[in-house]
């Protein structure tokens, strides 16, 4: 790659500008392994997307996960405030 050529310029990575969820990601990551098997995208930089792609993968699962739980928890708050209102 020239060093001059910037990556979001390369063929099809303007189709991933928004990674916003797991399956975001993974199809990213689908599309990556493609691209390289088709020889369109390099090795090296293939390899940068992956490692990106992946810690944003663990990010997201964590962000979603940390939702899940704040909410299970606000409902079991309530469910105790209601028990407690009716004791």
């Given at each position: 790659?020239?060093?001059?050529?910037?990556?979001?310029?390369?063929?099809?990575?303007a189709e991933w500008r928004k990674l916003e969820t797991?399956?975001?990601?993974?199809?990213?990551?689908?599309?990556?392994?493609h691209s390289v098997r088709?020889?369109?995208l390099d090795r090296a930089t293939a390899g940068v997307f992956s490692q990106l792609?992946?810690?944003?993968?663990?990010a997201t699962e964590t962000a979603d996960l940390e939702k899940r739980l704040e909410a299970l928890?606000?409902?079991?708050?309530?469910?105790?405030?209601?028990?407690n209102c009716r004791s």
């Open positions: 790659m020239r060093s001059k050529e910037k990556l979001g310029d390369r063929g099809g990575v797991a399956g975001d990601i993974r199809r990213f990551l689908a599309w990556t392994i088709n020889q369109t792609a992946l810690a944003m993968l663990k928890e606000a409902s079991l708050h309530t469910s105790i405030s209601k028990e």
